[in-house]
């Protein structure tokens, strides 16, 4: 009896698992510190509303960041970014399937010396009721709808009118225009 409570004892005193999403996942890696590809079934929340109870209609139509509580253990999975190179794109991606069941695949970054936990990179998704995977690589065709007097060449942060008010305001190192020039005059003399 006591051998049995000891093993009970060092059981409870173990730490929990984590499970292991990575079967059948097609996920691309990103050679990230700590990412691991994970494939899951979810429901596509916004992670403000889940946590205040703070709930507008459709998500917030693209206002809030969305999250995915994962069905097999309602754990709420942060989706940060989406398939592309920058580091952009989860909520716009997640925002056409708000409060749905879906199936997602992508890289999970877990790893308790620098904190992540649940971060997630998705890079694929799908309603549970499809058989097709949609990429998650719409972010900056919606940008350049949602912005054509910034149309050109470059990269789109760098014809952002967002981008380029902040900019203008507070100059490139966000510290104000006299600033700016004094650290610009350091740096290029």
């Known amino acids: 009896m006591k051998q049995i409570i000891a093993l009970l ?3 409870a005193a173990a730490p929990v698992v984590a499970q292991d999403f990575s079967e059948g996942s097609e996920a691309k890696s990103w050679n990230l510190y ?3 590809p994970a494939k899951f079934e979810a429901t596509v929340v916004d992670i403000l509303c889940e946590l205040t109870g703070d709930c507008p209609d459709n998500c917030g139509d693209g206002s809030r960041q969305l999250g995915l509580v994962r069905s097999v253990d309602d754990v709420l999975v942060f989706p940060n970014k989406n398939s592309q190179a920058a580091f952009t794109g989860a909520a716009q991606e997640l ?7 879906v199936e997602v695949d992508g890289l999970l970054l877990e790893d308790d010396y620098v904190g992540a ?3 997630y990179l998705i890079q694929r998704i799908r309603p549970l009721e499809s058989e097709e995977w949609v ?3 719409s972010w900056t065709k919606v940008w ?3 912005h054509p007097e910034a149309d050109g060449k470059g990269p789109w942060f760098r014809r952002d009118p967002r981008v380029l008010a902040e900019i203008a305001e ?6 104000g225009l006299e600033q700016d020039e004094e650290i610009k ?3 290029f003399e």
């Open 9 to 11: 004892g060092c059981l």
């Open 34 to 36: 700590a990412e691991q």
């Open 95 to 101: 925002l056409p399937y708000c409060a749905q069941e």
């Open 117 to 119: 936990k649940n971060v």
């Open 135 to 137: 990429k998650a690589n």
């Open 144 to 146: 350049a709808e949602n």
């Open 170 to 175: 507070e100059g490139y190192f966000g510290l």
């Open 185 to 187: 005059d350091l740096l």
